[in-house]
């Protein structure tokens, strides 16, 4: 079955520490995107990338990169200039970016420590 | 620019009663979707709805069932005799058309469905 796959399910960092999340997708999706959600907020856009190579700022990128090699992977590093990195992370994909369907991952929840 | 309210944080119910979850959104666009996701507590987010702004026709689809109103920017969702396994944070999102990333979220309301 098509989807997307994220891991980990759960990551503690410790503070000053960089730490890669992933998300694959098999679904052929050109656009895929990450958002952070927190307690009692709605997603915030990160970063999203439109096809391999290219990706854009979002809402809240400072403290994070990306990096999109391949059309199936879209890692998100946080890194130790993002002040408040403990958050519940979903990483989605559309089939185009004029898409209006997004499809989910069941995301990392990453913990500071 | 564009906004999403939820104003309710957390409804509790019973099994078998039905809910109803509110959603107002802002836009200057003429045209726009609206969306109604589900996260149980799984962490996936299910998506339920989508509609676009020039359909204000309300649709039912099983216990589901939606409320479009643009002349007060709601989208209301309801579920009718609702079961434990609708307990989950549901979302209701917007986003303005040829914008595929401009897709801003509420904040969510917490549903928990008593036994």
């Known amino acids: 079955d098509g989807g997307i796959t994220q891991s980990p399910k759960y990551l503690f960092r410790k503070e000053g520490q960089n730490v890669t999340l992933s998300c694959e997708q098999n679904?052929?999706?050109?656009?895929m995107y990450w958002y952070r959600q927190d307690p009692g907020q709605g997603l915030r856009l990160i970063y999203y990338s439109q096809i391999v190579n290219d990706f854009q700022k979002g809402d809240i990128a400072e403290g994070y990169s990306v990096s999109r090699e391949k059309k199936e992977s879209f890692p998100l590093t946080v890194t130790s200039a993002q002040k408040n990195p403990t958050a519940f992370y979903l990483c989605a994909s559309t089939r185009t970016m004029n898409s209006y369907g997004y499809t989910f991952g069941s995301g990392t929840r990453l913990t500071v420590v | 620019a564009q906004k999403v309210t939820q104003a309710q944080t957390e409804i509790s119910v019973v099994e078998k009663e039905d809910v109803t979850l509110d959603c107002v959104y802002e836009?200057?666009?003429?045209?726009?979707?609206l969306f109604w996701y589900k996260q149980p507590p799984s962490g996936e987010l299910v998506f339920l709805i989508r509609r676009n702004s020039f359909d204000e026709q309300n649709e039912i689809s099983g216990r589901y069932s939606w409320n479009f109103q643009k002349s007060t920017s709601s989208f209301n969702f309801t579920i009718t005799a609702s079961q434990v396994v609708d307990s989950a944070v549901y979302f209701c999102a917007l986003s303005e058309a040829g914008y595929g990333q401009n897709f801003v979220f509420g904040p969510g309301t917490r549903l928990s469905v008593l036994p």
């Open positions: 679904l052929n999706h050109d656009a």
């Open positions: 836009t200057r666009d003429t045209t726009y979707y």
